[in-house]
């Protein structure tokens, strides 16, 4: 009678010991699920920053090739302007001699009238 009691005990034991390891199983899945999850969140974090900082270089570059063409538009309005200048300056040249050509004229004229 009593081997029979120790068998059942033995029984009892080793399936007390297997749901044991079943909840530990258990819980390490849960535990393994949960740090999946989590770093499939950091990793979905990291692709959208990524996505987000590649949209942010494409904008940059956009801004730093307008910002380019508008240089060089102003560069060469002042060339353009340079060269007016110059046009100018040499009218000036121009209307300041004939000033004094006719200067002389007034006092040559004014001398012949006398």
């Given at each position: ?7 059942k005990m033995?029984?009892g034991g080793?399936?007390d010991a ?9 819980g ?8 999946c ?5 950091a ?11 590649a949209e ?22 002042l060339?353009?302007m ?22 002389n ?10």
């Amino acid at each position: 009678g009593a081997g029979c009691g120790r068998g059942k005990m033995a029984a009892g034991g080793a399936a007390d010991a297997q749901a044991r390891f079943g909840h530990s199983v258990k819980g390490l899945l849960t535990e393994k699920v949960t740090s999946c999850g989590t770093d499939v969140i950091a990793l979905t974090k990291q692709v959208l920053k990524g996505s987000r900082s590649a949209e942010l270089l494409g904008q940059a570059a956009r801004n730093m090739v307008m910002q380019e063409d508008a240089i060089l538009h102003s560069e060469d309005s002042l060339r353009k302007m340079a060269i007016i200048t110059t046009h100018l300056q040499y009218q000036q040249e121009a209307i300041q001699k004939n000033v004094e050509r006719s200067s002389n004229l007034q006092d040559q004229l004014s001398h012949l009238l006398k």
